[in-house]
């Protein structure tokens, strides 16, 4: 079945670092790969996305290139700031009918930035 | 713009007790999704409804009921709540396969 793996955490970083997290997936088709993040208390939110190979993803300075011949989507920002510490998800969804309907989930990753 | 509301925020159960989650979206969206989240474990589905009218079981489906009350809600019951229960539950819903999901801020659950 389809399925997400993703760096297990928690990763610790001082604020201007550079970070990256590791996601690779297993797909019998052609998936949609997304990354969501997640703050204290709240429900997750889509950071970005990406719909085919080659493509690159990118919101408030992160980044992901969607690489078919890795199976990969990792996830990077070049300097991280206080305010991005949170539990980020890599998901990928396939699309078409039936059971297609449903995302997987990676098990999240924690990061926390320090001043 | 109120996105995706989940009722109630939080709730606590004694073993055996029956409730129902609500979920509503104002974004008309075709398919919704109950998830739960505990920790190491991610992001499970329980149930989703793919459309109005339809359901499907997730992942983790047993000890939980849906319903589709129209386009808007998702509701979800545990008709006797026991403690592996205990969980944070989001619903989520999206426009399409190829749209990403739009979450709830989650109904924390702690059953005793």
Redesign the interface.
Known sequence: GDSVTQMEGPVTLSEEAFLTINCTYTATGYP?L?W?VQYP??????LL?A?KADDKGSNKGFEATYRKETTSFHLEKGSVQVSDSAVY?CAL?????G?????T????TLLTVNP | NAG?TQTPKFQVLKTGQSMTLQCAQDMNHN?M?WYRQDP????R?IY?S?SEGTT?K?EVPNGYNVSRLNKREFSLRLESAAPSQTSVY?C?SRLS??S???????TRLTVT
């Open positions: 949609s997304f969501y208390g709240e429900g997750l939110q889509l996305k719909t998800f969804s396939i699309g078409s009918g059971s297609n309907y449903k995302l989930f990676g098990k999240g | 995706v398919s999704y190491g474990m991610g992001l589905l989703y793919a499907d997730g989001f989520a396969l190829a990403p999901l739009h979450f709830g801020n989650g």
